[in-house]
């Protein structure tokens, strides 16, 4: 499972994950280039982190 989000919803991001995998996610920052053409799971504002579990 992964979450792109902004820097805003990173503590729902993790809430979310905590409570569907049951485990702690790995919050990584995305690379500028894919900042660009990611939205926020949660809003519009341009993703700038990953939680996940890779």
Known sequence: MEIKCCENHTGHAIDVFLEKEK???ILNKLEESEQLS????????????????K
């Open 23 to 25: 485990d702690f996610p």
């Open 38 to 53: 990611t939205s926020c799971a949660y809003c519009e504002a341009p993703a700038e982190y990953v939680v996940g579990n």
